[in-house]
T-cell receptor, first 113, second 112 residues
């Protein structure tokens, strides 16, 4: 059972480039989300989804896009990378009613030069 | 939106002693309060949670207490061990994990 899989684990971008962080889960969870983790800032919610076709903004959505075409996948797109987006990104999913636990991926470390 | 404050940012205790981490939240409608542990270089993992209809919950050496009137909740770790060294995050939300808001984290250091 793979759980939550994120790719890539590491990425270096130049300012203005675009990229997509991939997230897939095999637990049939309806809820999926993206967080960024910065030193001293904790985990901040970027976007989340409560099911296929449904997405919503979190605390820090600017500069990021998401879509949820399937239950399994929840990609995070950076349209024009900025140095302020240098961070560790975590995808997390949850299932059940009520959802009791978030299962996190291993994280993706992104550096924007 | 919800705002979660967590203190202290760093906590150093002697092995075998107890550790207490405190959090406050702003939205009185919040009723779900989980705690996550993140070891160095690893992903966060749920260690315990509590809902607003319960004042205290224990699981072996860890316990969480909740004071809804004061809007604060705490994590208590007794008989600390080296493997307890990690960053601990408190969080709050209404209902479940939808839109869970995390505190900034506490780096717990267990001194031998």
């Amino acid at each position: 059972n793979a759980g939550v899989t994120q790719t890539p684990k590491f990425q270096v971008l130049k300012t203005g480039q675009s990229m997509t962080l991939q997230c897939a889960q095999d637990m049939n969870h309806e809820y999926m989300s993206w967080y960024r983790q910065d030193p001293g800032m904790g985990l901040r919610l970027i976007h989340y989804s409560v099911g296929a076709g449904i997405t919503d903004q979190g605390e820090v959505p600017n500069g990021y896009n998401v879509s949820r075409s399937t239950t399994e996948d929840f990609p995070l797109r950076l349209l024009s990378a900025a140095p302020s987006q240098t961070s560790v990104y975590f995808c997390a999913s949850g299932g059940g009613a009520p959802i009791r636990e978030l299962f996190f991926g291993e994280g993706s470390r992104l550096t924007v030069l | 939106g919800e705002n979660v404050e967590q203190h202290p940012s760093t906590l150093s205790v002697q092995e075998g002693d107890s550790a207490v981490i405190k959090c406050t939240y702003s939205d009185s409608a919040s009723n779900y309060f989980p705690w996550y542990k993140q070891e160095l270089g690893k992903r966060p993992q749920l260690i315990i949670d509590i809902r607003s209809n319960v004042g205290e919950k224990k699981d072996q050496r860890i316990a969480v207490t909740l004071n809804k009137t004061a809007k604060h909740f705490s994590l208590h770790i007794t008989e600390t061990q080296p493997e307890d060294s990690a960053v601990y995050f408190c969080a709050a939300s209404i209902g479940g994990v939808d839109g869970l808001t995390f505190g900034k984290g506490t780096h717990l250091i267990i001194q031998p």
